[in-house]
């Protein structure tokens, strides 16, 4: 069974940082796909982060060049940095994993609120 979950999330003032971390058991990080995913209120999830079949990060336009993706095989973790953040980035982050086959498997979600 595969098990995702985040944590890392909480409140920072515009231009600060934050690390998510989504540890991911029941399947090996280096046949999987992995990536992460925002909503924020009202709108749709969305993709910020995640890696290429090749294991080229990938990144939304909105975070290109403040946003870090990351993995750790021996610690089955995917990491993402969050730098210089300001209030678009408020939003509910969640990790998605993709082991062989059809099946996504979700987070519950870990909460990001920019405010000053």
């Known amino acids: 069974q595969v098990h995702v979950v985040e944590s890392g999330g909480g409140l920072v003032q515009p231009g600060g940082s934050l690390r998510l971390s989504c540890v991911v058991s029941?399947?090996?990080?280096?046949?999987?796909?992995v990536g992460w995913y925002r909503q924020a209120p009202g709108k749709e999830r969305e993709m910020v982060a995640t890696?290429?079949?090749?294991?080229?990060?990938q990144y939304a336009d909105s975070v290109k060049g403040r946003f870090s993706i990351s993995r750790d095989m021996a610690e089955s973790t995917v990491n993402l940095q969050l730098n210089s953040l300001n209030v678009e980035d408020t939003a509910v982050y969640y990790c998605?994993?993709?082991?062989?086959?059809?099946?996504?498997?979700w987070g519950q979600g870990t909460q990001v609120t920019v405010a000053s």
């Open positions: 890696f290429t079949n090749r294991g080229t990060p």
């Open positions: 998605k994993v993709r082991p062989p086959g059809p099946v996504d498997y």
């Open positions: 029941g399947t090996w990080l280096g046949v999987t796909g």
